[in-house]
Every structure is written in C-alpha cells, then in structure tokens.
C-alpha cells in the first residue's frame, strides 16, 4: 500500500467510529460498560469481519481480532470508551492504527502473529476507576459493588447483567505489548515533533472527599455562626491546587475535577459537599506524600470549621517503568526511518502500564493540536498516526525475524 492509501483507509476508519455517541457540540460520551461504549466495540467487529479478521471477546468484554491464531503473538491496543463530551481521538486513534498494521501484515504476506485490542472502561469517568478491562485480564483485582457508575449502578450488577467474570483469566501468549497514543499535552508540538517514545508513565490516586456542615437559611444565619461545608470545599480545593503547583518534585499534579454541592439552593447555606481529587505523579512515593498532605490539610480545614468530613481511597496506581530494550528498539526503528523523537515520559495513565506486570511493553506518542484532550477540540493529524504506525512495524519487522 502506498503511504497516502494508508492515510485515507485510517481517516474511513475514524470517521466509522466517531458518529458514535456524538454530541451537538461535537465531543464524544462513550462511557465504559455503556451502550455507547458497547456500539464501538461492535463497529470494530464490523470492520474486522469485512476484512476477514478472526474476532475474539474475553471475560470482561475486551475485544481482540488478528488474521489468525496464534499461541504466541504481539499485542497492539487501547480502548474505544471516552470521557464525558470527550474528543474523538483519544484511545481509538491506537485501535484503528491496529487496524492498518493487520492491513499491511496482510497485503505484504509478512509472517508476524499480531493481535488488536479494544479495551473496555480505560478511562475513569464512568466508576472513578480507570484501566479496568486491561487491568482484570493483567491480574489486577477491584471491590466491584464499590465501583458505582454515573448513574448509580454497581459494576457488580452491570458484570452479573452482562454474563461477565469478576476474575478472568489471565491473558496469555504476549510477546510484547505495544499502544500508540495522542500525547494529551504540548511537549512534541512545542518541539515541532512528530513522535515521542515513552520511557515511563505516572501513577495515580484517587480519593472521594465528603464535607459536611449544616443546611441553614441563606438570610436568617449570620456569618459567624454559618458551618458552611461549600466555603470549606473551596478553601480546600485552592489549596489543593497550591500543593500540586509547589511540590519538590517538580512533575506532580492535583485535581479537582468533580464537586457535588447539597441542597444547592440559592437561598440555602450548602450543608454537604462531595468532590474528587486526582493525584498523579511520576515517582510513586510522591503521590503517597501528597496524598498525607492533602489528607491532613482536609482536617486542619474542617476542625477550624467545625465541621465533619470522611475521605475514601477509591483507587490507586504506582507509576511504571516501560520496558528500556523495547523503547530502545522502537527509537531505533524510528531512526531507520528517518523519523526525529523524543524519549519522553507520560503524565496520563494507559492501559500500557497495566502490561508491564506481564511482558515487555511500549508507547508511542503523536502530537494533538494545542496539547487538548478530553475536551471536544482534540485534534490529531492522521498522517502522524500513520507515521506511528511505520515505526511499530518496522519493529514487528526486526522483532519477528
């Protein structure tokens, strides 16, 4: 095939997926474990049949196709579910380059057993949980009936509804696992690049924090004798912020990205707040640190307040270490190409990081527009994913000799 075939049969292929869970403003809902996530899953059946590829489902619902069977074999993937009024490139740009490399595998007779994954549920929107289909087939275990989607539903009752297993099997048989991604930041864009290899990926924890006070009149309390739970949350959540912007190592990260307020009434002095905080770093003790520091700053807050509170750990994640032979075959293959990298580490988690338990396993990425994510103006060039994909095949080439 010709590079410019290959640009315009990934580019079909996108646009196969993206009408899927579209909203008006353009952004993506596909939510894990949902209809929508479950319509991806069966576009890409849909493509690989066309194509004659052998289609297999795991356990959990994670989706793999090849040409054939193999015992042994390398594993490209990532996942087709999104974040709420997501972009459209985010996890199915790395399953549809899948998609081309079978095409070139096949078209050129090459002898190389590869498999292509969809992954369910990697993003952590849905259960505040992420990774979740790789993660069970790698070994990773979850309290499942405390995992609760948006819409209140148990990951328990959703796994019992779908006839899916809590403790699958392992995946076995992978020589190597490899993931092409966006970057979701500006660093190869800055640096007019078309291509970063991963050396690491941060960690991650997650903690669900609950403030309560006490639901008065807006007009009959006066300020003095006002508990407050919303006040507190924003003197916390400032703060919060000034942890993750000042902290020694120089690569953390803090979030708050999702606040209930209770009764949320304009007239009523809010009595109960519940909000997220997402911590994330590339050195797995910092993250714990943070976590301490955060924890105690929520009491110092509340006890001066006069108010109560509980904090919950709902998932956690140490960084990784990729494989360093893999990264370096994959820079060589990019140099014999004549492609210009970076070697460059990740500060969003993939379903990369859960492999490395198992085998070797590798990232690439690709620059999007202005470094956005998650937000409805991701953009990638599909020539750039093209390129990715050159420089996993070159490897596959080498590898598979």
Do not use: W
């Amino acid at each position: 095939m010709e590079y410019i075939d290959l640009t315009t049969y990934l580019n079909d292929i996108m646009k196969r997926f993206y009408p899927i869970g579209v909203e008006e403003d353009g952004g993506v809902t596909r939510l894990g474990y949902t209809r929508e996530e479950d319509l991806m899953h069966e576009e890409f059946v849909r493509i690989a049949k066309e194509e004659g590829y052998l289609v297999e489902t795991d356990e959990v619902g994670n989706t793999f196709i090849s040409i054939k069977n193999y015992d042994e074999y390398y594993l490209i993937g990532s996942h087709l579910d999104s974040v709420i009024n997501g972009g459209g490139y985010d996890g199915v740009i790395g399953v549809a380059v899948g998609l081309i490399l079978l095409k070139l595998i096949e078209e050129d007779n090459l002898d190389i057993p590869l498999k292509v994954a969809a992954f369910r549920c990697e993003e952590s929107s849905n259960f505040m949980k992420s990774t979740l289909g790789s993660g069970l087939i790698t070994g990773e275990s979850y309290d499942f009936d405390s995992l609760v989607s948006q819409k209140g539903k148990k990951l328990s009752e959703i796994f019992q509804n779908r006839g899916l297993n809590e403790k699958p099997e392992l995946i076995k048989g992978i020589k190597a696992y490899l993931e092409l991604h966006i970057e979701q930041g500006r660093i190869l864009e800055n640096k007019d690049l078309k291509i970063g290899i991963v050396d690491a990926i941060a960690g991650n924890i997650r903690l669900k924090a609950r403030i309560k006070g006490l639901a008065e009149h807006s007009g009959a309390t006066p300020m003095s004798l006002r508990k407050d739970a919303l006040c507190a949350a924003g003197e916390i959540i400032t703060a919060i912020e000034s942890i993750g912007k000042n902290y020694k190592s120089g690569t953390a990260v803090t979030t708050v990205g999702m606040i209930g307020n209770y009764p949320n009434s304009v007239n009523v002095i809010p009595g109960e707040v519940e909000f997220s905080v997402d911590i994330r770093d590339k050195s797995t003790k910092s993250m714990y640190d943070i976590k301490v520091e955060i924890e105690e700053l929520i009491e110092e807050v509340c006890n001066r307040r006069c108010l109560s509170y509980d904090i919950k750990l709902v998932s956690n994640a140490d960084s990784v270490v990729l494989d360093e032979n893999l990264r370096r075959d994959l820079s060589k293959a990019a140099k014999d190409l004549g492609i210009n990298h970076i070697i460059m580490s990740s500060g969003a988690g993939h379903d990369a990081m859960k492999f490395t338990k198992l085998t070797k396993a590798g990232l690439i990425f690709i620059p999007c527009n202005d470094g956005i994510s998650h937000n409805p103006e991701e953009y990638a060039e599909i020539e750039d994913a093209v390129c990715g994909a050159m420089i996993i095949l070159e490897y596959l080439k080498e590898a598979a000799k």
